[in-house]
């Protein structure tokens, strides 16, 4: 294939699976904005892995491991859990919203960002365990046991909210 035809499949790429790619960002992540800078982050890696490493043989998969090392790699460092506001609330926000999917993202933002990712990979993505062992670099085993702690734990906060 021509350098042309590699750019072409990219664009094509960028374009059929941008919207796909958010969709699991904002899941991981819980935030619009972050989610979409998440999104740009990812394209701009795959885009400059496809040129680096020539054609990719399954674009939609390494796009994917890309999303998941990025989202990772961001919640190891520190300044992710600053929260700047122009001006401080006068109350405390309501976490009790009856919108059963509201519920559910605030409870996955508070697993682990390795149960989260496993969680979406498995169950919003419907990744198999060896799909998604594959793609974290980690045993099936490990993937089973943050499958369970992680929806061990949303089922605990959703009990806790639906009380």
């Known amino acids: 294939m021509t ?11 960028v374009e059929g699976r941008r919207t796909a790619l958010f969709r699991s960002a ?4 819980g935030d619009r904005h972050e989610a979409e800078d998440l999104v740009q982050t990812t ?19 390494y796009a994917r491991k890309t999303l998941i090392n990025t989202y990772i790699a961001a919640r190891r460092r520190f300044w992710w859990r600053e929260r700047p506001y122009g001006e401080l609330p006068d109350t405390v926000g309501d976490q009790a919203d009856s919108d059963t999917g509201l519920m559910v993202r605030a409870a996955l933002a508070r697993l682990t960002a390795r149960q989260r990712a ?31 702690r992680g929806l061990a734990a949303l089922r ?8």
Not at 124 to 148: C, I, P, Y
Not at 156 to 163: D, G, P, T
């Open 156 to 163: 605990a906060e959703m009990a806790e909210e639906l009380v």
């Open 26 to 29: 904002y899941l991981l992540c």
């Open 43 to 61: 394209l701009v890696k795959v885009v400059l892995g496809g040129r680096r490493h020539g054609r990719l043989d399954n674009i939609e998969a």
């Open 118 to 148: 496993v969680l979406v990979l498995r169950y919003w993505e419907d990744l198999s365990v060896q799909a998604t062992a594959e793609l974290l670099g980690m045993r099936e085993s490990t993937v089973k046991s943050h499958t369970a």
């Open 3 to 13: 350098r042309g035809g590699d750019d072409d499949a990219l664009h094509a790429f």
